[in-house]
C-alpha cells in the first residue's frame, strides 16, 4: 500500500492558511458556502487503494487493512477502540473481543491463551481468554474502594498492566501498584507508591505474586516488561525516574534484570525515591538519553526499542543485548559493561511519532506504531542483519499494514 | 465595456459580501451572542468599578481585573426542583494595567476556607454553589458568578471589572470536534486524587484515578483534560503541568490550522455555546486576547495562594480545606493589584455552616445577596457587527492565526481558564 498524498496537500494548504489579504477572506467564506451547500467537511475514511476496510474506529475513521498477501508470516494482534483484533497473512482480520475495555494483548507460547487487561473507570483487571476470545478468567482483580485514613483520601483500587508470558507459559510478567501502602518505611516518602512496578505470577497460584523489579518514586513506575527468550531468568524493562541529583529531570532507561534477586535476598532491595532506592536492575542504556519500550528478538540476542531523538522525532534502533550483567548489578564496573552494547545500537527508521516495537517470530521483520495523516496505525519494516559488522538495518521500505487509527497505547502482539 | 465589466465585479463581490454576512450572522450569532455580553447585577451596596471607567476601551484607562470562573457541569446537586447547583474550582483573577502592559494571574485555591457574604464560612468553590442554581442554558449560573465576585471583592478588597466563566465539559467537546489531539506522553501519570468533577460523578468531593501510559497516542477529550489537569502526577510539580499542557496545546494549534478545520468552526463555537460565558463585549474579548498573546508569558506575575500563602488543615467534621495566610496575603494582592490600603484579608465570618454537599444549599438559601436574573444588553446585530469586524480586523492583523468571528479568542478565554496559566494563549 502506497502512503496517501494527503499530507503532502494539507501541508501545502497550511502554507497559505495565515491569510495576509482581503481576497482569501472571499475564498473561505465562498469555501463555507460550498460546504454548506454540498456538505464537505465531513469525517475522513481511509480509500487507499489496496485496503479493505474492517471497522469504523471513535475517531469516525474507516480502519483497513493492506491487501497485499503474504507482507508477513504468523498472527499480529492489536487493538481497535480497546477491542482486540488479529490479522493473517492472507490479510483476513478477524475482531476477538467486542467490550471496548482491552489492553495489551499477550499471546501464551503454546497458542492457548490471550493476557490482557481490562480497563475500568478507577482499576483494571488482569485476565487470559482462549485465542478464540471465549472462556475469559480473572487473574488478578484492581477493583475495590475510596477510604478516609485520617485527613488522607485512600483508595484499595489497582492497576494491572502489561502482561508477558514466560516461555514455558506457566507465569506471567504484569505491571501493578497493589504494593502502594506497603513502602512509606522504605521510601521514607510520607505518601503512597502509586508508581508501577513489575511482578509475576503462576498461573497456577495467581493470589502469591512475586515482585520483580522496583519504581522509583514519582515518575510513574516502570513499563514494557518481558522474559528474555532463551534466558528464562532474565527480563527487560523500561524505568521512569528522576535524576537522584535535583529530581527534576527525567531519566528514562531500558534495565536488564534477574527475576530471582530479589527473591533471593529478601530485604535487601527496596523502592524508593532516586536517591534511595536499591533495586536489581542494571541500565543498559545511557541516562543522557530518553530510551523506551524495549522487545527483545526471538533469539533473545538482540532488543529493538524505540528513543526519543534529539531533533524532536522519535526512532527505532536496534542494540545487542550485554551478557553476563544481571548477577552483579550494582557493580560500577559491571555497570560500564552492561552500556557498551548500546553504543554500538543500529539506527533502524525515525518519524515523528514511531513507538511499540515488535518482531516477527522468525525475525525477519519489525512491526511498529507510526503516526500518519494524523492517525496511528500499524507498519513493517524488513530487518537485515550484517553478522560479519553486528549491525542491523532496514531492507527497502517501510510498508503500511492499517490505515485510519488503531489504538497506540496498547502494544501490539505478533505470534506464529 | 470596461464599466460594465467593473459593475458585474463589484456586484459579485458585493453579493459575497453579503452573502457572507449572512452567513456569519446565522451560524456564528446565535452562539457568540449566548456567549457575550452576559451582564450580571451586582448585590447591593457592591460598587461597580466600571461606574469610573466612563466608557473607556478595555485596553486603556485605569488597570481592570477580571475574574476568572472554571466550573463542573455535572449534575452534581440536584434541588429539589431539579435544578442543579455547581461548584467553581477554578477562581482566578487576572489584572491588568494598561498604562504600564504589566499583567498579573492571582489563583485562588478553591478550598480556601472564608466568608461568603451573607453565607458565613465556607471554602471558596461554594459561593458559586450558594449563589444560585444554574439557569436555562446549560450549567451557567448568574447568582453564582455574582456571590463569587462579592466574595472576592469583600474578603481580599480587589475590585472586579469583568468575569468570565467556563465550563470544563466545554474543553472536553472541543477537543472532541477537533478529531482529539495526539501527544507523546513523557511517562506514565498515575493520580489516585484527581478530581471526579465532570460526567456522571454524583460526589463534589470525590475523587478518581488516573492512569495515563506513556508514549505517543491519542487523547479524546475527556482524557486530555485529565492529561492537563493531574496535579499529582510529576515530582516537579506545575512544571511538569506546564509541559503536559504545552503538549496538547501544541497538538491543539496542529488542529487549528488544518484547514480541515473550517468546516468545524460553527460546531466549535456551538461547543462554546453554553460553556463560556463573560459580561464582555466580543470586542473586548477580541481585544484583550490579542494583547495576552502579544506579552511574553514569562513576563507575567502569577502568584497561586498555596503554601506559604495558606496551609492545609480540616475542620472539626473532618473536612479537608486551606486556610488562608493574611499575613502573606495582604501584601502581595496590594502589590499586585495596586491596591495600598484597600487590600484586605476580611476572611473571617459567622461559623457552623455546614458545608454545601451536606445541605443541598441551593434549595434553601439564606441570603439572596444578588440577583440571580442575567441582564444581557447585547443584541444580535450588535454581535452580528461585531462578528464581520473580528473576521476583518484579523484578517488584516497580519498574524500567524486567523481569528474567524472572534472564535480563536473565546477558545483562548476557555483555554487560559482551564490551563490556568498565561501559556494557553500560544495556540
Known amino acids: 500500500m502506497r502512503k496517501k498524498q494527503t499530507s503532502k496537500n494539507i501541508s501545502k494548504l497550511s502554507l497559505i492558511w495565515k491569510p495576509r489579504n482581503s481576497s482569501l ?55 481497535i477502540d480497546h477491542n482486540l483484533w488479529v490479522i493473517d497473512p492472507s490479510n483476513n482480520a478477524r475482531e476477538i473481543t467486542h467490550g471496548g475495555n482491552l489492553y495489551d494483548p499477550a499471546i501464551s507460547p503454546d497458542g492457548k491463551w490471550i493476557a490482557c487487561i481490562a480497563r475500568y473507570k478507577d482499576y483494571s483487571n488482569l485476565i487470559y481468554l482462549s485465542t478464540t476470545g471465549n472462556s475469559a478468567h480473572l487473574l488478578r482483580s484492581g477493583n475495590g474502594k475510596y477510604y478516609q485514613d485520617g485527613p488522607y483520601v485512600k483508595s484499595t483500587y ?43 505470577i503462576s498461573l497456577n497460584n495467581p493470589s502469591k505474586p512475586q515482585d520483580v523489579a522496583y519504581a522509583s518514586f514519582g515518575d510513574g513506575g516502570d513499563r514494557d516488561p518481558s522474559y528474555r527468550p532463551g534466558h528464562p531468568n532474565e527480563i527487560v524493562y523500561t524505568h521512569y525516574a528522576y535524576d537522584a541529583a535535583t529530581q527534576t529531570q527525567q531519566v528514562i532507561q ?16 527496596h523502592p524508593g525515591s532516586p536517591s534511595s532506592a536499591f533495586d536489581p536492575g542494571i541500565a543498559i542504556t545511557s541516562p543522557k538519553d530518553e530510551d523506551l519500550q524495549p522487545a527483545f528478538s526471538p533469539d533473545g540476542n538482540a532488543i529493538a526499542f524505540v528513543k526519543r531523538e534529539a531533533s524532536g522525532t522519535m526512532g527505532i534502533y536496534i542494540m545487542h543485548v550485554p551478557e553476563n550483567v544481571t548477577a552483579t548489578p550494582n557493580d560500577p564496573k559491571t555497570e560500564q559493561e552492561a552500556l557498551i552494547p548500546y553504543k554500538t545500537a543500529s539506527h533502524i527508521l ?44 532496514m531492507q527497502g521500505s517501510p510498508v503500511q499494514l492499517t490505515s485510519g487509527g488503531i489504538d497506540a497505547d496498547s502494544r501490539p502482539f505478533w505470534t506464529t | 465595456m470596461w464599466a460594465r465589466v467593473l459593475v458585474a465585479v463589484f456586484g459579485v463581490i458585493l453579493l459575497l459580501v453579503g452573502g457572507a454576512a449572512g452567513y456569519l450572522y446565522f451560524t456564528f450569532s446565535p452562539s457568540v451572542n449566548n456567549i457575550v455580553g452576559q451582564q450580571v447585577q451586582r448585590a447591593r451596596g457592591e460598587e461597580d468599578p466600571n461606574a469610573s471607567r466612563n466608557g473607556a476601551d478595555i485596553l486603556s484607562g485605569p488597570r481592570i481585573n477580571i475574574l476568572l470562573l472554571g466550573s463542573d457541569t455535572d449534575e452534581k446537586f440536584t434541588n429539589a426542583d431539579g435544578s442543579h447547583s455547581y461548584l467553581a474550582q477554578t477562581d482566578i483573577v487576572v489584572t491588568i494595567d494598561p498604562a504600564t502592559k504589566s499583567v498579573g494571574m492571582l489563583s485562588i485555591p478553591r478550598d480556601f476556607y472564608i466568608n461568603v457574604p451573607g453565607y458565613g464560612m465556607h471554602k471558596l468553590d461554594e459561593a458559586y454553589a450558594l449563589g444560585g442554581v444554574a439557569s436555562g442554558n446549560a450549567d451557567y449560573s448568574p447568582g453564582g458568578v455574582a456571590l463569587s465576585r462579592y466574595t472576592i471583592e469583600q474578603d481580599f478588597g480587589i475590585p472586579i471589572n469583568y468575569y468570565a466563566w467556563i465550563g470544563l465539559t466545554g474543553f472536553v467537546q472541543v477537543i472532541n470536534t477537533v478529531g482529539g489531539v495526539d501527544v507523546d506522553v513523557t ?54 503541568r506546564s509541559a503536559r499542557q504545552q503538549q496538547v496545546l501544541s497538538a491543539l494549534k496542529t488542529k487549528l ?18 460553556y463560556v460565558k463573560t459580561d464582555m463585549q466580543l470586542s473586548d474579548v477580541f481585544k484583550l486576547m490579542n494583547f495576552a498573546r502579544s506579552i511574553n508569558p514569562n513576563s507575567i506575575n502569577k502568584v497561586i495562594l498555596d503554601a506559604p500563602y495558606s496551609s492545609t488543615g480540616t475542620l472539626p467534621g473532618g473536612e479537608s480545606v486551606v486556610f488562608p495566610n493574611c499575613a502573606k496575603i495582604v501584601p502581595v494582592i496590594s502589590k499586585m493589584f495596586d491596591l495600598g490600603s484597600k487590600a484586605a484579608c476580611n476572611i473571617q465570618g459567622s461559623t457552623g455552616n455546614t458545608s454545601v454537599a451536606g445541605v443541598s444549599p441551593a434549595s434553601s438559601p439564606q441570603v439572596a445577596p444578588v440577583a440571580e436574573i442575567p441582564q444581557v444588553s447585547s443584541d444580535s446585530l450588535q454581535t452580528a457587527s461585531q462578528l464581520a469586524s473580528m473576521s476583518m480586523m484579523s484578517l488584516f492583523a497580519g498574524g500567524d492565526q486567523y481569528d474567524f468571528s472572534g472564535i480563536h479568542s473565546l477558545l483562548d478565554l476557555l483555554l487560559l481558564t482551564v490551563f490556568e496559566a498565561p501559556q494557553a494563549l500560544q495556540v
Open chain 1, 158 to 200: 489497582y492497576w494491572y498492566a502489561q502482561p508477558a508470558w514466560s516461555a514455558d507459559s506457566t507465569h506471567l510478567l504484569f505491571l501493578s501498584d497493589f504494593e502502594k501502602e506497603d513502602w512509606y518505611a522504605a521510601t521514607g516518602e510520607n505518601a503512597p507508591l502509586l508508581d508501577l512496578q513489575v511482578f509475576s
Open chain 1, 350 to 393: 525515525s518519524g515523528q511519532y514511531v513507538s511499540q516495537p515488535v518482531w516477527s517470530p522468525d525475525g525477519k521483520q519489525l512491526a511498529y506504531i507510526s503516526y500518519d495523516n494524523s492517525t496511528f496505525d500499524l507498519w513493517l519494516a524488513n530487518i537485515n542483519y550484517n553478522a560479519k559488522t553486528g549491525a542491523y538495518s
Open chain 1, 25 to 79: 477572506l472571499l475564498l473561505l467564506l465562498l469555501a463555507f458556502g460550498l460546504q454548506g451547500c454540498f456538505g464537505i467537511g465531513g469525517s475522513n475514511t481511509s480509500n487507499t487503494p489496496g485496503t479493505k476496510p474492517i471497522t469504523t474506529n471513535a475517531n469516525g475513521q474507516q480502519v483497513g487493512v493492506n491487501q497485499t498477501q503474504n507482507l508477513f508470516k504468523g498472527k499480529i494482534y492489536f487493538t
Open chain 2, 187 to 240: 511517562h506514565p501519570i498515575t493520580d489516585d486524587n484527581y478530581p471526579d468533577d465532570v460526567g456522571n460523578s454524583k460526589d463534589p468531593y470525590g475523587y478518581m484515578r488516573l492512569y495515563i501510559p506513556p508514549g505517543p497516542q491519542h487523547l479524546d477529550g475527556i482524557t486530555a483534560l485529565e492529561y492537563v489537569r493531574s496535579r499529582h502526577a510529576d515530582l516537579v510539580g506545575d512544571f511538569g
Open chain 1, 254 to 269: 531500558i534495565f536488564l534484570e534477574d527475576v530471582t534477586q530479589i527473591a533471593d535476598h529478601p530485604g535487601l532491595y
Open chain 2, 257 to 274: 490550522n488544518n484547514p480541515d478545520i473550517i468546516g468545524k468552526l460553527p460546531t466549535i463555537a456551538n461547543d462554546l455555546n453554553g
